[in-house]
């Protein structure tokens, strides 16, 4: 007898799919992380960190080329994550919308686990920690 499981236990990843953590277009007003903030005033930014206009820069450009491996199954990230507190929290203002956007990051072995917010399934993304690392900045105190 053959059931199919095979096909689900050898191609597991063959359901997951590469998503952008922002929306295309996505207008950034602000991004806060825990220790400093950056907003956009004008054409220019400004920060309470140490962070150039090129790294600030770079770092929004990260943000916005940002992509992760959005999981299929999530129950075994939504059970893991479950009682444990985020690793890194960052909220970000958007233009056109009311309310900012909070991405949790929780880290599980050397990857990083993302709960993207504002989505209908609760999707969580999965990025390596080069890719986790491009969004957070080494900020001089």
């Given at each position: 007898?053959?059931?199919?499981?095979?096909?689900?236990?050898?191609?597991?990843?063959?359901?997951?799919?590469?998503?952008?953590?922002?929306?295309e277009?996505s207008?950034?007003?602000?991004?806060?992380?825990?220790?400093?903030?950056?907003?956009?005033?004008?054409?220019g930014?400004?920060?309470?960190?140490?962070?150039?206009?090129?790294?600030i820069?770079?770092?929004?450009?990260?943000?916005?080329?940002?992509?992760?491996?959005?999981?299929?199954?999530?129950?075994t990230?939504?059970?893991?994550?479950?009682?444990?507190?985020s690793?890194?929290?960052?909220?970000?203002?958007?233009?056109?919308?009311?309310?900012?956007q909070v991405?949790?990051f929780?880290?599980?072995?050397?990857?990083?686990?993302?709960?993207?917010p504002?989505s209908?399934?609760?999707?969580w993304?999965?990025l390596?920690?080069?890719q986790?690392?491009?969004?957070?900045?080494?900020?001089k105190?």
């Amino acid at each position: 007898m053959f059931n199919g499981l095979h096909h689900k236990l050898i191609d597991a990843e063959a359901d997951d799919v590469i998503q952008p953590l922002l929306k295309e277009q996505s207008y950034i007003l602000t991004i806060e992380y825990p220790l400093f903030k950056i907003e956009r005033i004008g054409t220019g930014w400004r920060s309470n960190s140490t962070l150039s206009q090129i790294q600030i820069s770079e770092l929004l450009t990260n943000w916005q080329q940002a992509t992760g491996l959005q999981l299929a199954d999530i129950n075994t990230i939504k059970s893991e994550f479950k009682n444990k507190s985020s690793e890194n929290i960052v909220t970000i203002w958007f233009a056109g919308e009311e309310l900012p956007q909070v991405f949790a990051f929780f880290k599980l072995g050397g990857d990083y686990f993302i709960h993207m917010p504002k989505s209908e399934n609760m999707n969580w993304l999965k990025l390596d920690s080069e890719q986790y690392l491009l969004l957070f900045p080494q900020v001089k105190d």
